[in-house]
């Protein structure tokens, strides 16, 4: 058996107990694709991301569900950031991490005595949605007349693609009940998508846009609390679908998490490249705990929680 030491890190608040957990694993060299695999479901979060050497950026980040590995993720990049930091490894305030989505830019600095770790996505992507509306409605627990009909339902990506869904009311999102297991089903165009409604309700004023996010359920898991990537698709999305006319640069400030009581936000900037729309992030995180995790040394599975 091996036993795995895991920081458990919660993303977009500064509050033990809200934002979203994420597991970090420092020395990610130490472990096969299966057993970060097995170590992401022992520790049972939406992910957990190990650190690994690059030849090509001042570090790799590997993020896995308990069900596969992922592209990219926002949580668990502020989570691993945040661990480096109180690790003592980052010696600079500007550096880049390599992902399965690309090697992206880091900055990281103090404001009100919090770090705060702003995150460079890649650049923005959308797809059409072609499928059935009243299905897609009732699979996370809402009627077609709950969706927003001024705006498109499309595919978004800025490194991970997820299903924008506009709502009319806030107060739907408090009634959503996803049935993950009929996404593939629906989403045909890209059955392996997570899903995110949006709406542009919100419960504070200094706030900008309202989300809950399902996961696929190829990931084996159900509801991501404060959704980083997805958050920059919805800003890229705000510009191109809600206001073209929005002066840029901007930052937008998206909240999520309230319905499972782990309310966190996140910021969306927003500017202009060479014509093209680049996104990033920023966010602040807290340390948790230390987690010891054991797995089987050779087999893709796990003991959890010693």
Not at 128 to 138: M, Q, R, T
Not at 251 to 277: A, F
Request: aromatic content about 8%; some cysteine; glycine content about 8%.
């Amino acid at each position: 058996m091996v036993k795995v030491n895991v920081k458990h890190i919660d993303a977009f608040s500064s509050v033990p107990g809200k934002g979203n957990p994420a597991g970090v694993v420092l020395n990610g060299e130490d472990y096969t694709e299966q057993q970060m695999l097995a170590i992401a479901a022992a520790v049972g979060f939406n992910e957990t991301a190990f650190v690994v050497p690059s030849n090509i950026a001042d570090f790799r980040i590997r993020y896995f569900t308990p069900g596969h590995e992922m592209n990219l993720c926002g949580h668990a990049t502020m989570g691993t950031v945040y661990a480096l930091q109180m690790q003592g490894a980052l010696k600079k305030s500007v550096f880049t991490i390599e992902t399965n989505a690309g090697v992206l830019p880091i900055q990281i600095r103090k404001e009100n005595n919090q770090l705060l770790i702003t995150m460079q996505h890649a650049k923005p992507q959308f797809q059409p949605f072609n499928g059935s509306k009243s299905e897609l409605a009732a699979s996370i627990g809402l009627r077609e007349e709950d969706l927003h009909a001024d705006y498109p339902i499309v595919y978004g990506s800025t490194g991970i693609w997820t299903l924008i869904i506009p709502i009319k009311k806030l107060t739907s999102f408090s009634e959503m009940l996803p049935r993950t297991e009929e996404f593939p089903r629906i989403l045909a165009e890209m059955p392996k998508a997570s899903v995110h409604p949006i709406c542009l309700e919100v419960r504070h004023p200094e706030n900008d846009l309202h989300a809950r996010h399902f996961s696929s359920p190829y990931s084996g898991t159900i509801e991501d609390a404060i959704t980083g990537t997805a958050s920059g698709v919805m800003g890229a999305y705000y510009k191109e679908y809600v206001d073209k006319a929005m002066e840029l640069p901007t930052t937008l400030i998206v909240e999520q998490g309230h319905e499972v009581n782990k309310d966190g936000r996140v910021y969306v900037h927003i500017q202009k490249e060479e014509e093209e729309l680049a996104i990033s992030i920023s966010g602040t995180a807290v340390f948790v705990k230390e987690i010891e995790v054991e797995i089987n040394e050779h087999k893709n599975n796990s003991l959890g929680f010693i």
